[in-house]
């Protein structure tokens, strides 16, 4: 971090500034230039309140030479990391299907689409129990008995489930679901993070309505600072003035956060479009800038669906994306 200083600063600001840098455990180097005077922090900054040094008298400017995130840097891990779910790869290559209803319904409904997604070749079934929906009339999940009967699905087909856990409280409930979901309105409920990060199993975060990528891996950093490093990080459109779409898919997130981190990144088109016609040329695209999956709302009736009918496929339209995204994995950005 490099602090630059006003032109002829007070010198008793300045010692006491010194003082509380070093106090911080920072070593300061000083240069002096013909107008300004330069500090170089060396040490852990990611303690230090950029806000706050700005604030000073004595300050101008201050800038980060090293990102605030450090387990989740692709400068302090090269490799790209691979997250296992109960024996499936997700990442370093290895491309994977989230597919199933965006809540749970009833046995015969998640089973149904359970069966249907796996035969087209979906790894991983999604549900949601617990939903968090804008209106407290909407339906809300089926809570703890959703989360059972994707127990039962999972049992019936082998594949591990993925559902959104709201609050800490809830934890208890997830124990058998093989990836928790944090919802793009909880990326910045730090509690629940910090909860997450004490768990050992896969966190797939997905970035917040209205949050930069840089705050995204801040979030990371919460899960994986508790030890948790299975973090799957998940694109899911963003909010912006457009109204034509639920949300803009933000596709240039996935080669910037390829450079940023070395977690894998998954695309949700679903919720980006909320238009079930879009998903289709939104998840090939979102393949082919080199996403290393695609998480994708499919309902065995979505005209009769409870919650996200609108943006749900049928099993067949998502059959019909599988094999045009297939066809483009070969040529994708970071595989060709
Ligand atoms: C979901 O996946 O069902 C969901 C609610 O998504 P998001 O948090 O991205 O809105
Ligand atoms: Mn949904």
Redesign the pocket.
């Known amino acids: 971090m490099v602090v630059v200083l006003k032109e002829n600063p007070d010198r008793e600001q300045l010692s006491n500034l010194a003082e509380w840098l070093e106090s911080l455990g920072l070593s300061i180097h000083k240069s002096e230039g013909a107008h300004h005077t330069l500090l170089g922090l060396v040490g852990d900054t990611s303690q230090v309140d950029m806000e706050l040094l700005r604030a000073l008298d004595i300050v101008d400017d201050v800038k980060r030479i090293q990102e605030p995130y450090k387990s989740a840097n692709r400068k302090f891990h090269p490799a790209d990391t691979v997250v296992e779910i109960g024996g499936i790869k997700l990442g370093g290559g290895n491309f994977q299907y989230i597919a199933g209803p965006?809540?749970v319904e009833s046995k015969e409904q998640i089973c149904e689409v359970a069966r249907s997604v796996k035969a087209a070749g979906a790894a991983l079934l999604?549900g949601?129990a617990f939903?968090?929906r804008t209106s407290p009339y909407a339906f809300q999940g089926l809570r703890g008995d959703g989360i059972e009967l994707l127990l039962e699905a999972k049992k019936e087909t082998g594949m591990p489930i993925v559902s959104?856990a709201m609050d800490p409280s809830q934890l208890p409930l997830f124990e058998d679901v093989d990836v928790i979901?944090?919802?793009?309105?909880?990326?910045q409920n730090f509690e629940l993070l910090k909860e997450v990060g004490h768990l050992r199993k896969p966190v797939l975060l997905?970035?917040g309505?209205a949050n930069t990528l840089q705050e995204l891996l801040m979030s990371a950093e919460y899960i994986m600072a508790g030890g948790n490093e299975q973090v799957i990080l998940?694109e899911?459109?963003i909010r912006t003035f457009e109204t034509a779409t639920r949300n803009t898919l933000d596709l240039s997130a996935i080669p910037v956060l390829r450079s940023m981190t070395h977690l894998p990144i998954v695309v949700?088109p679903?919720?980006a479009c909320g238009i079930a016609r879009m998903v289709l040329p939104m998840a090939m695209a979102a393949a082919a800038c080199g996403a290393d999956g695609l998480?994708i709302?499919v309902h065995n009736d979505p005209k009769r669906a409870l919650?996200?009918g609108a943006q749900s496929l049928t099993p067949d339209a998502f059959a019909d994306v599988v094999k045009h995204v297939d066809a483009i994995l070969p040529h994708a950005y970071g595989r060709a």
């Open positions: 965006c809540s999604r949601g939903k968090p959104e979901q944090i919802g793009a309105r909880n990326m997905k970035r309505l998940c899911r459109g949700d679903s919720h998480m709302e919650c996200d």
